[in-house]
Structure formats: C-alpha cells, structure tokens
T-cell receptor
Framework: DTEVTQTPKHLVMGMTNKKSLKCEQH?????MYWYKQKAKKPPELMFV???????INESVPSRFSPECPNSSLLNLHLHALQPEDSALYLC????????????FGEGSWLTVV | DAKTTQPNSMESNEEEPVHLPCNHS???????IHWYRQLPSQGPEYVIH???SNVNNRMASLAIAEDRKSSTLILHRATLRDAAVYYC????????????FGKGTRLHILP
C-alpha cells in the first residue's frame, strides 16, 4: 500500500467554524507534511512532523493547528479561518531523508465562506 | 535551503522526447535531486530521483551534470497524459527537510 489518504476531499466552512482535515498512511513513514496550494501556484510547506513530533513550522498562523496522534495519522485543525485560506491542502509522507520517495495525497479542497 | 530554477513552460509534440531542465547551482554534496509532477486537480506524484549518476525508470530518465549544478528530466516519448507541472526539488541527505517547491515547468503536449 503506497497511498496517502486524505479526508474530506472537499470542505466548505464558515469563518467561525471549527473543522479538521485528516491524513493517513500505512507505509511506516517517519515523516509527514502539510502543504497549502493556491491555484496556479506551487505547494507551500506548512508543517513537518518527524517521529510524531513537530519539527518544522513555517510560521503558519495559529488558526491552523497540526496534530500527529500516532505514526500513521496526521490532522490539521482549522479554526477562525479567513476566505484567503481557501486552497488545496496536501498531505505527504516519506520514509526518511534524501533518497526516499515522497508520497502525496490527493488533497483536500477547502473553501472558507 | 538550496533553490531550483526551471523554465515556466514548455511545449512538445506527442510521441516525441521531452527534455525538462533544472538549475540548482547552490546544491550541496549531500542533496538528492528529485522530480515530481502534478496533473490537474491531483496531488504531486513521484517521477524519479538521483544523487550523482544518471537514473532510469519506467517513467523517465534523469541526467545529472557532472558538477551537479543542473539536471534534466527526459520523457522518452511524450503522451497527452504527460501534460502536467513538473517540479525539480532538492532533498538533503542527513537532516529533516523543508521540501520546498520551486515554480515548476508547465508542460504542454500538442497532439
């Protein structure tokens, strides 16, 4: 199984809502990532988890809160988002550094209204 | 973090080879060169990666310059399904990495 599964595929939320995006992989990968991608732009790194601990936070606003409950799961909790946060959110995982392949999910399309 | 530079867009005819260049003049000796592509409305997918030697797989070939400051992704026979944005990325060997995407090359395939 070389899949990274993201749910939901589409999410519409109001600016006062609290919602979560979920990501799951069963490849035993130690590193998991969240990216944000706006239309016609490359993915932008948000967070990196290594061995279930947050290792990189790219100065992401606190209205985005990542969580790694175990080695297979990664969540992104969303609260008080703004319309400009509407984007494709991508999860990825990798078995290690350098020479290991990075596997991406299909993404969650988020619309903030 | 080492950066990569790629042409914004390229065009190729179907069933012809495509050479996609990437410059990474600040690459360090322990950075791997990875290529990913992103089809419309999908997440990026792995294409190929290498360190120093040229690499081949079922999807493509990767040619790495001797000084490693540039590389070329080669699609041997382009199909319409190869139309995508192609990203060249550097991954450090020995530390947790910020996998940073450059702007990529949008490849158009003409039937």
């Amino acid at each position: 199984d070389t899949e990274v599964t993201q749910t939901p595929k589409h999410l519409v939320m109001g600016m006062t809502n609290k919602k979560s995006l979920k990501c799951e992989q069963h490849m035993g990968h130690r590193a998991m990532y969240w990216y944000k991608q706006k239309a016609k732009k490359p993915p932008e790194l948000m967070f990196v988890y290594s061995y279930e601990k947050l290792s990189i936070n790219e100065s992401v606003p606190s209205r985005f809160s990542p969580e790694c409950p175990n080695s297979s799961l990664l969540n992104l909790h969303l609260h008080a988002l703004q319309p400009e946060d509407s984007a494709l959110y991508l999860c990825a995982s990798s078995g290690g550094r350098g020479g290991n392949t990075i596997y991406f999910g299909e993404g969650s399309w988020l619309t903030v209204v | 973090d080492a950066k990569t530079t790629q042409p914004n867009s390229m065009e190729s005819n179907e069933e012809e080879p495509v050479h996609l260049p990437c410059n990474h003049s600040t690459i360090s000796g322990t950075d791997y060169i990875h290529w990913y592509r992103q089809l419309p409305s999908q997440g990026p997918e792995y294409v190929i990666h290498g360190l120093t030697s040229n690499v081949n797989n079922r999807m493509a070939s990767l040619a790495i310059a001797e000084d490693r400051k540039s590389s070329t992704l080669i699609l041997h026979r382009a199909t319409l399904r190869d139309a995508a944005v192609y990203y060249c990325i550097l991954r450090p060997m020995n530390r947790d990495d910020k996998i940073i995407f450059g702007k990529g090359t949008r490849l158009h395939i003409l039937p």
